[in-house]
């Protein structure tokens, strides 16, 4: 594992260095049942509630909608939202120990066990919105993963993901966002900084796309 020191904090710096998947997915193991009290509790980790309620927004409160939360995690995402009426609501993420935690939240439809690097296994089309909430950063999913949610969202339907600061810059997100609005394969809806993990004192870019076409 790298020497390089991104976060304060010893958990955060191995998840953010990690030099492979298997190292990172051995972190996320020895870490997951600690992972909601440690994210919100000790480093103040509050872009869940921001992703929720930006979702929300977007979709002008249509609970009905049909979710993927892509790189859930324990799923704070999908507890914030369920909070907010949303009731049909799958899971992904490339780590069966976070997987397991965000089903004892008993808020899912399904679980899916994948790695956002490569093709999702979701034909097109096939939800109203997806969110993707602390998987755009050091050491996780590059921008290369944002046709994926594209395909997999019906026309018209919302497109919500942070990319935490730093990572922003380093890993070259903008460009691949722009590269998509000038194909036109999504239109931009808002684009702004909000607070990542307070007592890292760190932020994220929170952006909402919207699929073009009419919604089914």
Known sequence: MTNQRI???EILNKVYTADNHEELMDVYQAWASDYDS???????YVAH???AKTLDQALCCQHDAVILDAG??????G??????????MDALDYSRDMLDEAAAKGIYR???QADMTKPLPFADNTYDAVVCTGTFTYGHVRGD?????????????????TIREGAFEDYGYRAKMLELEVQGDWELLSFYDTPYQIEEENTCKMC?????GAAA
């Not at 440690?38 to 103040?44: E, T």
Request: aromatic letters at 12%; zero cysteines; a positive charge.
């Open 145 to 161: 993963a944002f046709a994926e949610l594209i395909r997999v969202t019906r026309p018209g339907g919302t497109i919500v993901f």
């Open 49 to 51: 509630i921001a992703s």
């Open 208 to 212: 909402t796309y919207r699929v073009p």
């Open 79 to 88: 507890k914030e939202l369920a909070t907010l009426g949303y009731t049909t």
């Open 110 to 112: 399904s679980f899916f």
């Open 38 to 44: 440690d994210l919100v509790d000790r480093f103040g």
């Open 72 to 77: 859930s995690g324990t799923g704070l995402v």
């Open 7 to 9: 976060a304060k904090t």
